[in-house]
């Protein structure tokens, strides 16, 4: 039983959950009800379902180039041998029936959305349709899962029909989401060029890829200031600094200076990138309690002051790392895709 449960911790991946959740809390948020703990639990019982779902999907469809990008990775339960591929399978099988199970319990919407994600997500990763392997496409389709399905059950678990606005600021955190996952394809892309999965980095290289995620922040960013109610200064200024921070990242990576310094940097714009996101949440949920303007300036500047602080000292230490090996690497353009990578031992 213990053995289980780790490995649905493992496959689950803590900091995805709490990615996810963040998204979900926001939908919850934006329907007006942020702060309904007990829908909140069911919404994210769902997500975890469907996030077990597609990792071990994923999982099993990428084994092999997983032993090649992130070998003695704990998280990687079939690369290290902790689980066999049978393991995988139940476990997926349970966080799908999981998921179906309690978004039963949500609107009808909900289970809609619960479906055409677990479907989505497992066209992504598996023969015969694997989109993984479809360059952009799969650029834009994995944001569709991991964005669209938590924000969707979190708006779909108020109420039946979204509003104009709801779908704005989806729209809006979509294409920032864009901009974030093409940046996690230089972890991957030996393994990538290695077998042939024509992500846009292998296809484009290092300077497009930047130039286009730097594009998606910014419209993800003003969409979603857009359509956020009332947006007050303080919030304005709060995520103008924080995508200033992420583009001024963003154009350092565009300088291939080593495997280990793009990870400090991708790490640093991640948290920027979640933490742009609690903003928001934040400011939802303190418009809906109708805070005063005082302390709401407070709340968002301390924020804003912790975000600037923890994105300083990743993009200077860089992420506490379970590999027991690494290998990663850079493209600086298309005629380098699986050439020249160093291998950090």
């Known amino acids: 039983m213990i053995r289980r449960l780790r490995l649905l911790v493992l496959v689950a991946r803590?900091?995805?959950?709490?990615?996810?959740?963040?998204?979900?809390?926001?939908?919850?948020?934006?329907?007006?009800?942020?702060?309904?703990?007990?829908?909140?639990v069911r919404v994210l019982a769902v997500v975890a379902g469907f996030l077990i779902f597609s990792v071990a999907c994923n999982d099993l469809a990428d084994e092999a180039i997983d032993r090649v990008n992130l070998p003695g990775d704990v998280r990687?339960?079939?690369?290290?041998?902790?689980?066999?591929?049978?393991d995988l399978v139940v476990t997926g099988v349970v966080g799908a029936a999981g998921a179906l199970a309690v978004s039963a319990t949500l609107r009808w919407p909900a289970v809609v959305v619960t479906v055409a994600g677990l479907a989505l997500s497992a066209?992504?990763?598996?023969?015969?349709?694997?989109?993984?392997?479809?360059?952009?496409?799969?650029?834009?389709?994995?944001?569709?899962?991991?964005?669209?399905?938590p924000y969707l059950l979190g708006v779909f678990a108020v109420r039946e029909v979204p509003r104009p606005d709801d779908l704005l600021l989806l729209a809006g955190l979509y294409a920032?989401?864009?901009?974030?996952?093409?940046?996690?394809?230089?972890?991957d892309v030996r393994g990538d060029?290695?077998?042939?999965?024509r992500t846009f980095l292998v296809r484009h290289g290092r300077g497009w890829t930047c130039v286009f995620s730097a594009c998606c922040w910014t419209a993800g960013t003003a969409l979603i200031l857009a359509a956020t109610r009332r947006p007050a200064g303080a919030l304005l200024a709060a995520?103008?600094?924080?995508?200033a921070v992420a583009l001024g990242l963003i154009r350092a990576l565009a300088a291939d200076r080593g495997v280990r310094r793009d990870e400090r940097l991708i790490s640093a714009i991640a948290v920027i990138g979640r933490s742009m996101i609690l903003l928001l949440l934040g400011h939802l949920s303190m418009v809906h309690a109708r805070v005063p303007a005082a302390p709401y300036d407070v709340v968002i500047g301390a924020l804003t002051a912790i975000v600037l602080a923890q994105a300083t000292v990743m993009a200077r230490r860089g992420p506490v790392t379970r590999l027991t090996a690494a290998g990663a690497g850079a493209i600086p353009d298309r005629r380098s895709a699986g050439r020249g990578v160093r291998v950090v031992r």
């Open 123 to 149: 066209g992504y990763s598996l023969r015969p349709v694997r989109l993984a392997e479809r360059g952009a496409v799969a650029s834009l389709m994995l944001p569709a899962c991991y964005v669209a399905v």
């Open 14 to 40: 803590p900091a995805v959950v709490m990615l996810l959740g963040l998204f979900a809390a926001t939908g919850l948020a934006q329907a007006g009800h942020g702060e309904d703990r007990l829908l909140l």
């Open 193 to 197: 060029a290695m077998f042939g999965k």
């Open 176 to 187: 920032g989401f864009v901009g974030r996952i093409l940046l996690k394809d230089f972890r």
């Open 239 to 243: 995520e103008a600094v924080c995508l």
């Open 76 to 86: 990687r339960p079939l690369v290290t041998g902790a689980a066999s591929r049978r």
